[in-house]
T-cell receptor, first 108, second 116 residues
Framework: KNEVEQSPQNLTAQEGEFITINCSYS?????LHWLQQHPGGGIVSLFM???GKKKHGRLIATINIQEKHSSLHITASHPRDSAVYIC??????????FGTGTLLAVQP | DTAVSQTPKYLVTQMGNDKSIKCEQN?????MYWYKQDSKKFLKIMFS???????INETVPNRFSPKSPDKAHLNLHINSLELGDSAVYFC???????????????FGEGSRLTVL
């Protein structure tokens, strides 16, 4: 079992839908990262959080340290949101551990 | 200006060859990383340097040798390339020490290595 699990692995949504991607982890962490990888291959950091909630535009990330769980929400989804979303955690082992990613396709 | 730049973007080579991938960041960050992304899109840390000092060496075969001439550059040299080395290699930098894992990451565009 991976130390970082994401669900769902694949997600297809219609434009305008509210989307939630989940990340659960089994290790102690100092920070959790949400990354976005577009079909062209580049990776962009969306959020880094260690508690509570962060919002950037239509994206919201939350983390519950006690439950070892984080969610990434996309409001009013758009086809340009189509990408792979990757959760990664950093903790006592001094290296980031990555989830396997969630492939999101938003259809017009 | 690209914040983290890698060269080359694509590299096709024969088994047994030696190749290098270069990475430069102009963000003034102290920490740089090399990650490998396999065919299933799974990312894994290979190396991390903080201000030219090796911080993380994640059980990578010693055919892989990182070199950091200064804190803005982290190059990856691979000797005796094998088929299994085919992957996309990402360079990244962060403003915080790797040990804290609390710095935002800035990635390069990736270098796709294909070993024939």
């Amino acid at each position: 079992k991976n130390e970082v699990e994401q669900s769902p692995q694949n997600l297809t949504a219609q434009e305008g839908e509210f989307i939630t991607i989940n990340c659960s982890y089994s290790v102690g962490i100092s920070a959790l990262h949400w990354l976005q990888q577009h079909p062209g291959g580049g990776i962009v950091s969306l959020f880094m959080l260690s508690s509570g909630k962060k919002k950037h535009g239509r994206l919201i990330a939350t983390i519950n340290i006690q439950e070892k769980h984080s969610s990434l929400h996309i409001t009013a989804s758009h086809p340009r949101d189509s990408a792979v979303y990757i959760c990664a955690v950093g903790g006592a082992t001094n290296k980031l551990i990555f989830g396997t990613g969630t492939l999101l396709a938003v259809q017009p | 200006d690209t914040a983290v730049s890698q060269t080359p973007k694509y590299l096709v080579t024969q088994m047994g060859n030696d190749k290098s991938i270069k990475c430069e960041q102009n963000l003034g960050h102290d920490t740089m990383y090399w990650y490998k992304q396999d065919s299933k899109k799974f990312l894994k840390i290979m190396f991390s340097y903080n201000n030219k000092e090796l911080i993380i060496n994640e059980t990578v075969p010693n055919r892989f040798s990182p070199k950091s001439p200064d804190k803005a550059h982290l190059n990856l040299h691979i000797n005796s390339l094998e088929l299994g080395d085919s992957a996309v290699y990402f360079c990244a930098s962060s403003p915080m020490r790797a040990l804290l894992n609390t710095g935002e990451l800035f990635f390069g565009e990736g270098s796709r290595l294909t070993v024939l």
